[in-house]
């Protein structure tokens, strides 16, 4: 069992940058890969980020790349998203996810966190 914690969300202005990380704990971290997605009022939670255990293989949605960066720091159990420029667009819960392979699709991973939310001002 994995069990995953978000924090970071906030407020922000349009222009501005956040750091969402991820805190694992439960089985090993490591072995895990780690992805990104977030759900807006009345939308499907969409894909953004995902990172395999290693942090060899790295994916983007079109709609964040150049502007948010993925990584992972498995000494410290914990996956960040840095995210910059951000716009009123990306305003959302945020969610950490795991599963044994790296994905893109939400209905792939098996382990949730809880959610931080995103809100970005214009």
């Known amino acids: 069992q994995v069990q995953l914690v978000e924090s970071g969300g906030g407020l922000v202005q349009a222009g501005g940058s956040l750091r969402l990380s991820c805190a694992a704990s439960?089985?090993?971290?490591?072995?895990?890969?780690k992805g990104w997605f977030r759900q807006a009022p009345g939308k499907e939670r969409e894909f953004v980020a995902a990172?395999?255990?290693?942090?060899?293989?790295?994916y983007y949605a079109d709609s964040v790349k150049g502007r948010f960066t993925i990584s992972r720091d498995n000494a410290k159990n914990t996956v960040y998203l840095q995210m910059n420029s951000l716009k009123p667009e990306d305003t959302a819960v945020y969610y950490c996810?795991?599963?044994?392979?790296?994905?893109?699709?939400?209905?792939?991973?098996?382990?949730w966190g809880q959610g931080t939310q995103v809100t970005v001002s214009s």
């Open positions: 439960g089985r090993t971290f490591s072995r895990y890969a």
């Open positions: 990172i395999s255990w290693s942090g060899g293989s790295i």
């Open positions: 996810a795991a599963r044994s392979v790296v994905a893109t699709a939400h209905d792939e991973y098996d382990y």
